[in-house]
């Protein structure tokens, strides 16, 4: 991991670790390769995107939407303090408890907050930032980094989330796609006319 992202998700996680569906960091262990490894509890599951993509976990529609208001109540979290997670994917929500059909046994925790910022910093301010257009909004792509990623922006993000856990974890505009392609379905990006 980079020293100085991983330093500043570590003081996010040192702050918010108190939510439900966020993952705990215990803390950090530097080691002599100049890196910085997070030790945080254990998703026995793994992340959502994997299982979803390999056929573990086929969830119903209403198992679905309990894993997808528990996000949402991370995501409440996260806005409440004034940051935005940046960076909404399958991948980046680890599993604990599965249930195909009970909605009430299934609990997940939102992990990765290295692209977590303030609400409202514009994206030319924040030399950290590292855009999945897959998962950005087209008004923050089209702008070019002068608008402000917001709580906004994230609930674009978190309609891709969706898309992705109910397409059974597919890579949104498939994986063989790319991101200028992306950015002209978006409307990001004019198409020359042959």
């Given at each position: ?5 991983t330093e500043y998700e570590v003081s996010f996680y040192k702050e918010f670790n ?117 998962y950005c909004a087209p008004e923050i792509l089209r702008s070019t980094g002068r ?48």
């Open positions: 991991m980079h020293e100085a992202s108190n939510d439900l569906h966020i993952t705990n960091t215990f803390g950090f262990v530097e080691n002599n390769l100049r890196s910085i490894m997070l030790l945080q509890e254990r998703a026995p599951h793994g992340h959502l995107q994997e299982l979803l993509k390999n056929n573990l976990f086929e969830p119903t529609p209403m198992v679905l939407i309990a894993i997808f208001l528990q996000i949402i109540d991370a995501m409440i979290y996260v806005t409440d303090q004034g940051m935005i997670h940046g960076d909404l994917r399958c991948s980046n929500v680890l599993v604990f408890q599965m249930d195909t059909s009970k909605p009430k046994e299934n609990f997940v925790k939102l992990t990765n907050f290295v692209q977590a910022r303030p609400n409202k910093r514009s994206l030319l301010e924040d030399r950290r930032l590292i855009i999945s257009v897959e608008l402000n990623y917001s709580e906004l922006s994230e609930v674009y993000s978190m309609g891709v989330l969706m898309w992705e856990a109910c397409s059974q974890g597919k890579f949104p505009y498939g994986s063989a796609i790319s991101s200028k392609e992306i950015r002209q379905k978006k409307g990001c990006i004019k198409s020359k006319i042959v």
